[in-house]
């Protein structure tokens, strides 16, 4: 099975700028890794922010974009907001259609 | 209003089993491939299972490969998920979801494999 990498921690600056990334150990994810990102808060059932890679649900602010960068996956967060601080998790498919979760991205807005 | 709604979790032995199940109502349940995902204590979320819309087609991860099984009813837009030879680290929130173009997901439900 294989493993999807993400950044333990992170830390950024309100209204500063962060990318998270998402790695696989079969090599370079592509958009037919389907990549997804999701938020979730302490105590609650995450939400899914990006799916498809880059597309949005109407409830993601802004802010958040998803692309593909030297590789990986990436969740780019433009303008922090404190109500950002959070973990993330990317999930990726796979050709057998199973889907493994990244260890998840702990943020910090400070 | 969309919901999905887990239940059937609970404290069981290990070697035990259990059957989840997930109520959706407010959307065309039958339209959807449906996910369960869980979340131990403490930890990061694990992609468990995945079935297809018409119930044909099921995978698994390889930590439960050969001890879960998951279901669907469409007619009740049930899903299931037994749970066989259940061991400690199976000890999860156990969450239903869509993981689609449409995002839903359960609140989830506590699964405690202990002696």
């Known amino acids: 099975q294989a493993v999807v990498t993400q950044e333990p921690s992170l830390t950024v600056s309100p209204g500063g700028t962060v990318t998270l990334t998402c790695g696989s150990s079969?090599?370079?994810?592509?958009?037919?890794?389907?990549p997804y990102w999701l938020q979730q808060r302490p105590g609650q059932a995450p939400r899914t922010l990006i799916y498809d890679t880059s597309n949005k649900y109407s409830w993601t602010p802004a802010r958040f974009s998803g692309s593909l960068l030297g590789g990986k996956a990436a969740l780019t967060l433009s303008g922090a907001q404190p109500e950002d601080e959070a973990e993330y998790y990317c999930l990726l498919s796979y050709s057998d259609t199973r889907r493994v979760f990244g260890g998840g991205t702990k943020l910090t807005v400070l | 209003e969309v919901q999905l709604v887990e239940s059937g979790g609970g404290l069981v032995q290990p070697g035990g089993s259990l059957r989840l199940s997930c109520a959706a109502s407010g959307f065309t349940f039958s339209n959807y491939w449906m996910h369960w995902v869980r979340q131990a204590p403490g930890k990061g979320l694990v992609w468990v299972s995945r079935i297809n819309i018409d119930g044909s087609g099921t995978i698994y991860a390889d930590s439960v490969q050969g001890r879960f099984s998951i279901s669907r009813d469409n007619a009740k837009s049930t899903l299931f998920l037994h749970m066989n030879s259940l061991r400690v680290e199976d000890t999860a929130v156990y969450y239903c979801?869509?993981?689609?173009?449409?995002?839903?997901w359960g609140q989830g439900i506590v699964v405690t494999v202990s002696s």
């Open positions: 079969t090599g370079a994810v592509t958009s037919g890794h389907y």
């Open positions: 979801a869509t993981l689609a173009s449409i995002d839903y």
